[in-house]
């Protein structure tokens, strides 16, 4: 079946659109679907250890998000300049040169100053290289390693997402935007793998001591979770790519749980892709990649079993992801559900499990 954007079109009322998360996090409500029989049934996130079995391995994506919204000015004109940080250019490794989105009107060799609080000399300045055609700029900084992270952590916002409305940002939200078991080694995601927002780390033990395994991957949250599907036809989207990696030690217990018929549960639509995007027969062989694999209906996941996911936004490729796992019809049942039922949507919002 060919599908259309429209497909994946549904009316959810602004007032289900959290704009906090729930305290403590696992208080979140958690709503179950049945991908083979359809059946819904309505529980909270602390329940989910009720729905594990002993021999599951539990995949959860250890990206750390950093504060990639900077405010800067145009050096001549004093003009506000908005610079998202998306990703860096590994491959240029003499300079410090990024892929962003560009708030503002911009052109080639503009240099845009960045201030921190009351100083009156720039702690960063950037300059922007190229159009990349495809609503991203190269941008090149001046500043490179734990120098330019120092700064960016001190001056930088967390990037929430536009539907999070705010008049200032919270405190809070540097925490709340963020998994209790994001690795300070793995620091580069733009985005939270919200999926991970709603465990906390007794809930993580009560899962362990069932007898589930939990390991660990990494995807870089960035445009290819997010970017917006812009074409009619869904087949002619095209995913930016992102950067992921998985150990050689978590391949190999992919190996163990597959033979001997446990479940591969994936926490999150970013640890989906990561694993969908291996190649069969897996190597254990530790693995680094850029990605950009689209699901969709009609796609049949090789190994993921079950998903942890967020109910996510109308028309996004993540929620035509989670309908090739469980089928529309499923979903779009399961979402009406939700709305009913008044749950809480997308980033701070409530949880699926799909098994």
């Known amino acids: 079946m060919s599908y259309h954007l429209a497909d994946f079109d549904y009316h959810l009322p602004k007032e289900l659109i959290a704009q906090k998360p729930i305290r403590p996090r696992d208080h979140s409500r958690l709503l179950l679907l049945d991908r083979r029989s359809g059946a819904l049934t309505h529980r909270h996130f602390y329940d989910l250890p009720d729905y594990l079995r002993p021999g599951d391995l539990l995949i959860l994506n250890n990206s750390k998000v950093f504060p990639a919204r900077l405010l800067g000015q145009k050096k001549l004109s004093g003009g506000r300049v908005e610079v998202f940080l998306h990703q860096p250019l590994k491959k240029i490794t003499e300079k410090n040169i990024w892929e962003c989105l560009i708030g503002g009107r911009v052109q080639a060799g503009l240099e845009i100053e960045f201030f921190q609080s009351k100083l009156k000399k720039p702690v960063l300045s950037a300059k922007l290289i190229k159009n990349n055609q495809d609503g991203t700029w190269q941008v090149e900084f001046n500043l490179s390693g734990q120098k330019f992270w120092r700064v960016v952590e001190k001056i930088g916002a967390v990037p929430l997402p536009p539907y999070i409305k705010r008049s200032r940002q919270l405190a809070a939200d540097r925490q709340n935007y963020q998994t209790v078991y994001a690795a300070d080694s793995e620091i580069g995601s733009a985005a939270a793998p919200t999926a991970g927002l709603h465990f906390t780390k007794n809930l993580l033990k009560k899962i362990q001591a069932k007898g589930v395994k939990i390991r660990y991957v990494t995807l870089h949250v960035g445009l290819g ?92 490729s993540l929620i035509m992801l989670v309908s090739a796992l469980a089928r529309k019809t499923n979903i779009d049942r399961a979402y009406q559900a939700a709305i009913t039922e008044k749950y809480r949507f997308f980033s701070y919002g409530d949880a699926m499990f799909i098994y």
């Open 225 to 316: 979770t997010f970017a917006p599907v812009k074409t009619e036809k869904i087949s002619d989207h095209k995913m930016h790519r992102e950067f992921a990696s998985i150990s050689a030690a978590t391949i190999a217990e992919i190996q163990r749980v597959k033979k001997q018929g446990g479940r591969l549960i994936a926490v999150g639509t970013t640890s989906c892709r990561v694993l969908e995007s291996l190649t069969w027969p897996l190597a254990a062989v530790n693995r680094s990649y850029w990605t950009d694999i689209f699901i969709y209906p009609g796609y049949r996941l090789k190994l993921v079993d079950a998903l942890v996911t967020n109910f996510h936004l109308p028309k996004s």
